[in-house]
T-cell receptor
Framework: DVKVTQSSRYLVKRTGEKVFLECVQD?????MFWYRQDPGLGLRLIYF???????EKGDIPEGYSVSREKKERFSLILESASTNQTSMYLC?????????????FGPGTRLTVL | DAKTTQPPSMDCAEGRAANLPCNHS???????VYWYRQIHSQGPQYIIH???NNETNEMASLIITEDRKSSTLILPHATLRDTAVYYC????????????FGKGTKLSVKP
């Protein structure tokens, strides 16, 4: 069974902390994505990556950075967490080529910043 | 902004077909229609996609009108586990991502 896993389902951090959210996929997909989901706002793309060491800004990259050192792993970093980053974070991956928009999502990490 | 319009909610009896409509009147010739769903507390799940022909897979059928301005997702025999928010997305076929999810339709399957 294909899988996208995220390091934590729930996370509570304090304002100003550095936060790492990890995502791993076992499908050998080239594309990986980080979204956040907020009530009334739907899913919004933060960053995505087409390949190892490559990254592209999405719609709301401010306050976030990413790292893709290995093909299967895509990390989202909150350099200094703030309360407005409290959200559900979703990682996804897809195959480059015929169905790039068939994205496989992880279960999500619900982050609370106090 | 999402390019699609969906009803906010629908009910369906268990075992019946669920027909979920989506309007996408501004769709262009090289844009596909994708459907995803999100069960409570889970990540979205891909269901099906199409360009202009009707499509069927093990989960659902997708009917696209001839003018491509609307489509219907059909779950032939809805179960309680199909209760979810269903999203219709229009996206360029060459895109490598950035799915724009609108508000979707909350489908409630009732026993």
């Amino acid at each position: 069974d294909v899988k996208v896993t995220q390091s934590s389902r729930y996370l509570v951090k304090r304002t100003g902390e550095k936060v790492f959210l990890e995502c791993v996929q076992d499908m050998d997909h080239e594309n990986m994505f980080w979204y956040r989901q907020d009530p009334g706002l739907g899913l919004r793309l933060i960053y995505f990556s087409y390949d190892v060491k490559m990254k592209e800004k999405g719609d709301i990259p401010e306050g976030y950075s990413v790292s893709r050192e290995k093909k299967e792993r895509f990390s989202l970093i909150l350099e200094s967490a703030s309360t407005n980053q409290t959200s559900m974070y979703l990682c996804a991956s897809s195959l480059r080529g015929s169905s790039p928009n068939e994205q496989f999502f992880g279960p999500g990490t619900r982050l609370t910043v106090l | 902004d999402a390019k699609t319009t969906q009803p906010p909610s629908m009910d369906c009896a268990e075992g019946r077909a669920a027909n979920l409509p989506c309007n996408h009147s501004t769709i262009s010739g090289n844009e596909y229609v994708y459907w995803y769903r999100q069960i409570h507390s889970q990540g979205p799940q891909y269901i099906i996609h199409g360009l202009k022909n009707n499509e069927t897979n093990e989960m659902a059928s997708l009917i696209i009108t001839e003018d491509r301005k609307s489509s219907t997702l059909i779950l032939p025999h809805a179960t309680l586990r199909d209760t979810a928010v269903y999203y219709c997305i229009v996206i360029w076929g060459g895109s490598q991502g950035n799915l724009i999810f609108g508000k979707g339709t909350k489908l409630s399957v009732k026993p």
